[in-house]
């Protein structure tokens, strides 16, 4: 007979592979691989994620593996920026590829007498003289194709052509118009050719699991997720949710009991936690899902009490003071509002070294 798994258990198992039961003290390409890459559409979430997931974390650790390559940023799942580790991204660079593709379609007439038989080598030329920011890259590109739209030349070359972001000693790690450049070069080693979509399966359910064909590809943005799973069904473990849904797991994974505790975290802006799932109830409630994002698609910044979102933050600094505030979705209690006032404090301090004063209150 099947095993049900509550939300509840399904949270706990998800926080345990998204190393926030405890902050673990390993380096952060590790972490960067064990989370099945971080959502990177701006520089400065990567380090308040891993602030909240390891111990010690500093700027400094992240800045690092950036300039060693162990890390990049660069475009991946959901067709939206990421940091992946060199070797995750030189794995499933090519798996993703298909939705990549399809992710094109959203151009529409602005894609009108683009050849991507030609705009792909011709992109690969400019890049293989050196970085180049992407409004350069269109430039140079328009010069080529006069009566292709610029932006639908970007866009093409952003998913067709594997890329990674150059680092540089900015506070986040890149500057507002960053650099790119070719991804094989960059890493010693270009994207694999063979499309290794079952093990990108297994990378997701390592980080995520245990989920479901949904889950895999509302994460991934592939539609073959759901026929990978089934091809490895013989070496997994399946479970159901309180709904009755298939789940997938790896048969070693951890699944640790309901009542373990976990601890206060906030969350940065598009973590990847609230995102990696169709059905999202094992870290926010559905009734809360609404004020997640904003009408522009910003992904909120969230607070974890008990294991669930229980509400979204923000910062501010003024003269040297530096203020968290938090926004319930519902009222605290005293334990709650004690411990993320503790945990909001050491943010602070973490964001804002230079601050006189800090300051966490908690707003209707």
């Known amino acids: 007979m099947v095993e049900t798994l509550s939300v509840r258990a399904?949270?706990?198992?998800?926080?345990?592979?998204?190393?926030?039961?405890?902050?673990?003290?390993?380096?952060?390409?590790?972490?960067?691989?064990?989370?099945?890459?971080?959502?990177?559409?701006?520089?400065?979430?990567?380090?308040?994620?891993?602030?909240a997931r390891l111990d010690g974390f500093q700027p400094s650790?992240?800045?690092?593996?950036?300039?060693?390559?162990?890390?990049?940023?660069?475009?991946?799942?959901?067709?939206?920026?990421?940091?992946?580790?060199?070797?995750?991204?030189?794995?499933?660079?090519?798996?993703?590829?298909p939705m990549l593709d399809g992710a094109l379609r959203v151009l529409g007439d602005r894609a009108k007498g683009m050849d991507l038989r030609e705009v792909v080598p011709a992109a690969r030329s400019l890049l293989d003289a050196g970085p180049r920011t992407f409004n350069e890259v269109r430039a140079l590109l328009q010069e080529r194709f006069p009566d292709v739209n610029d932006r639908a030349l970007g866009y093409a070359v952003r998913l067709c052509v594997p890329l990674v972001m150059v680092p540089t000693q900015?506070?986040?790690?890149f500057p507002r118009a960053a650099q790119?450049?070719?991804?094989?070069?960059?890493?010693?080693?270009?994207?694999?050719?063979?499309?290794?979509?079952?093990?990108?399966?297994?990378?997701?359910?390592?980080?995520?699991?245990?989920?479901?064909?949904?889950?895999?590809?509302?994460?991934?943005?592939?539609?073959?997720?759901?026929?990978?799973?089934e091809r490895l069904r013989p070496s997994l473990r399946i479970f159901a949710d309180d709904k009755g849904r298939e789940l997938f797991d790896l048969p070693d994974?951890?699944?640790?009991?309901?009542?373990?505790?976990?601890?206060?975290?906030?969350?940065?802006?598009?973590?990847?936690?609230?995102?990696?799932?169709?059905?999202?109830r094992r870290v926010i409630a559905d009734a809360h899902r609404p004020r997640l994002t904003t009408k522009n698609l910003r992904v909120r910044a969230v607070f974890l009490w008990n294991g669930f979102a229980g509400g979204i933050w923000d910062t501010e600094y003024k003269r040297k003071v530096a203020t968290l505030r938090m926004r319930p979705f519902e009222p605290l209690p005293k334990a709650a509002v004690d411990e993320l006032t503790t945990e909001g404090e050491a943010l602070l301090r973490f964001l804002e070294p230079d601050a006189k004063e800090t300051a966490v209150t908690v707003e209707v």
């Not at 593996?65 to 940091?83: E, K």
């Not at 900015?170 to 790690?173: L, N, S, T």
């Not at 270009?190 to 699991?209: K, N, Q, R, W």
Request: proline share 9%.
């Open 10 to 51: 399904l949270n706990r198992a998800t926080l345990a592979r998204q190393l926030l039961l405890a902050r673990e003290a390993i380096p952060v390409a590790e972490a960067v691989g064990r989370l099945g890459g971080m959502q990177a559409q701006e520089p400065k979430p990567p380090f308040l994620g891993l602030w």
């Open 170 to 173: 900015d506070r986040w790690g």
């Open 253 to 280: 994974a951890p699944r640790p009991a309901e009542d373990v505790p976990a601890p206060a975290r906030f969350l940065p802006e598009f973590d990847s936690l609230v995102l990696a799932h169709a059905d999202r």
């Open 61 to 97: 650790d992240l800045h690092a593996a950036l300039r060693d390559r162990s890390v990049v940023r660069a475009t991946m799942m959901r067709a939206t920026l990421h940091l992946m580790t060199g070797a995750d991204y030189t794995a499933f660079r090519t798996a993703i590829q």
């Open 180 to 229: 790119f450049t070719l991804a094989g070069p960059w890493l010693g080693s270009e994207p694999s050719d063979a499309p290794a979509v079952d093990e990108l399966m297994l990378h997701y359910l390592a980080a995520y699991g245990p989920a479901s064909a949904a889950d895999a590809q509302t994460w991934s943005g592939l539609p073959s997720a759901g026929e990978a799973l």
